[in-house]
C-alpha cells in the first residue's frame, strides 16, 4: 500500500459519501442513561481524564463491525471504558463489580424491594 493509499483509506465511522438509504430525521428526547453518558464525557474531559481527541481515537479503534452495531452513546461507553483499562485507572473487574451492584438495584427496585445503596 502506498503512502498515498494509506492516507486515502477510511477510518471506521467515516461514513461519508457512502451509499445508503435515505436519512430519516427524528427528534426524539435522550434516555437517562444517555444524559448520564453526555455528563461522564464532560467530566472525564474536566479532569483531564480522556480528551475529545482521546475520545474519537477511541470510538475509531472499536472497528467497523462494532461501531456498525452500537448506538452513538453506546461507542462512547464502551471507547471509555477501554480508555480507563488502558490508563489503568479502571479496570476490567472494578467496572464488572460496578455493574453488578447496579444490576442488583434495578432488580430489588422491580420487585420491590429496599434499594441496596449504590455505593457501599
Known sequence: MSQTEHFLQRLPND???IAAGPI?????????WEKR?????????F??????????RGVEAL????????TYYERWI??????????GILTPGDLARK???????WQAESAGDDVPPAHP
Open 15 to 17: 461514513i461519508g459519501g
Open 63 to 70: 472497528g467497523a463491525d462494532l461501531i456498525g452495531k452500537l
Open 47 to 56: 479532569h483531564k481524564l480522556i480528551n475529545t481527541e482521546e475520545k474519537r
Open 24 to 32: 430519516q430525521w427524528v427528534d426524539h428526547e435522550l434516555e437517562p
Open 99 to 105: 455493574m453488578d451492584q447496579v444490576a442488583a438495584c
Open 78 to 87: 464502551v471507547a471509555f471504558a477501554n480508555i480507563l483499562f488502558q490508563k
Open 37 to 45: 453518558c453526555h455528563a461522564l464525557a464532560d467530566v472525564l474531559d
